[in-house]
């Protein structure tokens, strides 16, 4: 009873912080199910209760994690993972646990999400990639050999509720940086049908990006920059063919989403949103990840295993270089360094020695913005 107390207090006090701010940014790959959302934070996956934003860490390895896909039934977590050195499939109990190898290929097989009655995982992959890949690709829970699904060149895919059909982007587009482009790359939103082999493109009057399509119900959720120039979620109605626009966002792009037929889950800005679809309304979610954050924390670095930009003074017997930040002079002969900038917070580059030797300019961002600087090479 005194645990369960120490419990219900840690949620309480942990609940009381995200609501006056303490909100974990940069969640990655989000999937959600009901009042569960999974969600990859550096580099392991976590979960979390949309209703009082406390995370719990699912996964520990070393190696990176993510695309995290629940299953129908909500029981089971289907991810991509470098255990063994390579990104391959894997599975684990929704609440955690030992990860169950799903997939053994040397290409890279990244989790798009499930067959509609749970006893595959649907993934991606570049295994026979060869002119026209990648291909999508379905395994067992059991693992054993995948089977190619039959769309052809896809890069993501979604069912519909009975397995009957499949909406899919045949090209790849979500890591490029590329911002109102309207070339032969932007993807298209294609419906293949199984039961007739017919598949037709949904989205050809647009020339710009159409990605990352969701069935749900009778509507297709998918990224859009049509009419805003920035990605926002949009919906495609399969009875009316009609389009309607359901996040109106002008300043970041709507990203990686995910969905339980319920409500659609996507990042925008470095924070979790959730679409509820019956409602017709989103609302940010209030995540809080009580990670270590061993990697931000203060620590002795050296400072040679860091080197950028270097210039030699005319003389030749010192070099100057940037590292970790500072500016550095370094005795040729003796291995004698000096730091010349002493900069906490700021980040000095690209030194350069002037003809005299007495002199040497470098750019530092100390105001904000890269600005030159120049200062004397003191012996």
């Keep these: 009873m005194q645990k ?6 840690l949620v309480v006090l942990i ?36 209703t009082d934003g406390l995370a719990f860490h699912l996964t520990t390895s070393p190696g990176n994690e993510t695309y995290p896909r629940i299953s129908p039934d909500g029981k089971w977590i289907a991810f991509t993972a470098e255990y063994d050195g390579n990104p391959d499939v894997y599975v684990i109990p929704v609440e955690g646990g030992e990860p169950k190898r799903l997939t053994y290929h040397g290409a890279p097989d990244n989790v798009v999400g499930w067959t509609p009655d749970g006893k595959q995982v649907l993934f991606v992959s570049y295994r026979d990639m060869g002119y026209y890949g990648p291909y999508l690709y379905v395994v067992g829970m059991d693992g054993g050999l995948p089977e190619r699904v039959l769309v052809d060149r896809a890069a993501w895919g979604s069912y519909n509720a009975d397995g009957s059909k499949m909406v899919f982007n045949r090209r790849a ?14 993807q298209d939103v294609w419906i293949a049908d199984f039961l007739t082999n017919q598949f ?9 990006v ?46 990686a989403p995910g969905t339980d037929g319920k409500s659609v889950v996507f990042e925008h800005g ?13 609302t940010q979610l209030q995540i809080y990840v009580p990670s270590e954050n ?3 924390r203060p620590q002795f670095v050296n400072p040679t295993k860091y080197m950028g930009g270097f ?40 030194p350069r020695v002037s003809p005299d030797g007495k002199y040497v300019a470098y750019f530092s961002d100390r105001t904000g913005d890269d600005q030159l600087y120049i200062q004397e090479l003191k012996a």
């Design 15 to 50: 609940s009381f912080s995200v609501l006056y701010g303490r909100e974990t940014k940069f969640l990655h790959y989000p999937d959600i199910h009901g009042n569960l959302v999974v969600f990859n934070y550096a580099g392991d996956l976590w979960s979390a209760d949309i």
């Design 270 to 282: 470095g924070s979790l949103y959730v679409y509820n679809i019956a409602a017709d309304k989103t």
């Design 210 to 255: 159409d990605q990352r399509p969701l069935w749900a119900g009778n509507e297709i959720y998918f990224l859009s920059d049509r009419q805003t120039n920035v990605l926002n979620l949009w919906a495609y109605n399969v009875l009316t063919g009609e389009f309607s626009q359901k996040t109106n966002f002008k300043d970041y792009a709507v990203y």
């Design 4 to 9: 369960q107390l120490w419990y219900l207090l």
């Design 173 to 186: 587009g979500e890591f490029r940086n590329w911002k109102r482009y309207h070339g032969g790359e932007a």
């Design 294 to 296: 061993w990697q931000t």
């Design 311 to 350: 210039a030699v003074t005319p003389d030749g017997k010192w070099a100057v270089v940037d590292a970790r930040g500072d500016i550095y002079k370094i005795a040729k002969k003796s291995g004698k360094w000096v730091n010349l900038t002493h900069s906490q917070g700021v980040r000095e580059q690209y």
């Design 200 to 208: 037709k493109n949904i989205t050809p009057d647009y020339s710009g």
